[in-house]
């Protein structure tokens, strides 16, 4: 991959090579793009204390997540429309995750579909599920989930209508995909994405494609889509989901302490503070400054996770000492798909990791489980972590 050292550095890459459309997709927030950037900027606003002359050897960063193993408290986050960064994305991903020992999770409108992703892994997945209107649909989705041996389910609370993406509107991204001159000549600048993208059948939401009632083509797919999203979804509608799941449910999308405590009523096993990476409400807090908040409303009655804004092992760590008991990254490795595929993605992961390993011990600690706000230095308590020292 040459000389990629952060991911950065794949971001980068990864804009030359992915269609304008499409990286913009990934790379974008709602509106002014504020809690896009909120949630990158106030995880450098979190200080670690160094610590020196303490033994480092024989690291640690093994844990779980919801019960499960991982090699490190990383887990790949749902992103729609993956397999558009580089072609079979999700299969791609969830290789690399599987042989790097941390969670993929699949999303509902992903291009590659449920049993693409089981049928190229040997590794269970999470998948996330979207709430649609057309609830025979969704209970053929959380079935179809349950036959390839997905080992949790997660609920995104946070999507019951479209927040306004100005860089989706003003490229003409629709969905599915409608290719005009415009985006074909950004193709066709791309020619080893288009290579890549001719050499697959995988090219639509397929998922949903042949799975929903008027929903067989493009075109009716388009307006199926469009017209699916549920508002009318509520706190009210996890009994079922779960009943019908049967299994570990994640919620994702909790942003409020109050939110946190009616999930745990739910009888969730784990919640996911996001603001879905800044694509919803525009001016919502960042992710990091309200987890420490919401570890205190629910103590140890439910596994709070965070996404949104890591970047580097060291926003892991952060993430960590605040109470997260595992971290998701979209972005990043989307980055690393359209980068390099495959091998851009365990190199995303690859990088966290060593970053990740790296600090722990230049703050003196030797297991991962063993963090706390002990490590962080924050002279003004920007997000109420007590951890302020002079």
């Avoid at 002014?32 to 670690?48: H, M, P, Q, V």
């Avoid at 020196?52 to 887990?75: C, F, Q, W, Y």
């Avoid at 979207?130 to 969704?138: A, P």
Wanted: proline share 4%; charged share 25%; net charge positive.
């Amino acid at each position: 991959m040459g000389a990629i050292l952060t991911i950065d550095d794949l971001k980068r890459r990864a804009r030359r090579r992915v269609p304008k459309m499409f990286f913009d997709y990934a790379d974008s927030g709602s509106w002014t793009e504020g809690s896009y950037r909120a949630n990158e900027e106030d995880f450098a606003r979190i200080k670690l204390r160094q610590r020196v002359l303490v033994d480092m050897t024989n690291r640690s960063l093994e844990s779980t997540m919801i019960g499960e193993k991982v090699a490190m408290p990383v887990a790949l986050a749902p992103t729609g429309l993956t397999g558009m960064q580089h072609a079979d994305g999700e299969i791609l991903a969830a290789q690399a995750a599987e042989e790097a020992g941390v969670p993929f999770t699949l999303s509902t409108m992903s291009i590659c579909s449920i049993e693409d992703v089981a049928e190229a892994t040997s590794r269970p997945f999470w998948f996330q599920l979207y709430v649609m209107r057309d609830r025979d649909f969704v209970f053929n989705l959380i079935d179809r989930a349950k036959a390839a041996g997905c080992s949790a389910l997660v609920l995104t609370a946070d999507l019951q209508i479209l927040g306004q993406r100005h860089k989706d509107l003003r490229n003409g991204l629709s969905t599915p995909p409608k290719f005009t001159p415009k985006h074909v000549w950004q193709v066709a600048t791309r020619p080893q994405w288009a290579l890549q993208m001719l050499g697959t059948k995988r090219r639509t939401f397929r998922n949903i494609a042949g799975h929903a009632k008027g929903a067989d083509d493009l075109s009716s797919l388009a307006k199926w889509t469009h017209e699916q999203f549920d508002p009318r979804l509520s706190w009210d509608d996890v009994a079922w989901i779960k009943d019908r799941w049967g299994g570990k449910l994640i919620i994702k999308g909790i942003l409020d302490p109050e939110d946190a405590e009616m999930a745990t009523r739910t009888g969730a096993d784990a919640i996911i503070v996001s603001n879905h990476g800044g694509r919803q409400l525009d001016g919502a807090p960042s992710s990091i400054s309200v987890l420490s908040d919401i570890v205190d409303a629910v103590g140890d009655r439910i596994e709070v996770h965070l996404d949104g804004g890591i970047r580097s092992g060291q926003d892991v760590l952060k993430a960590l000492c605040l109470g997260a008991k595992g971290v998701y990254i979209g972005r990043p490795f989307l980055y690393g798909l359209g980068a390099g595929g495959k091998k851009g993605v365990a190199l995303a992961l690859d990088i966290i990791r060593k970053e990740l390993d790296t600090t722990l011990a230049l703050c003196g600690k030797r297991d991962i489980k063993d963090v706390s706000k002990d490590l962080l230095y924050a002279p003004h308590d920007p997000f109420g972590t007590g951890a302020g020292r002079r």
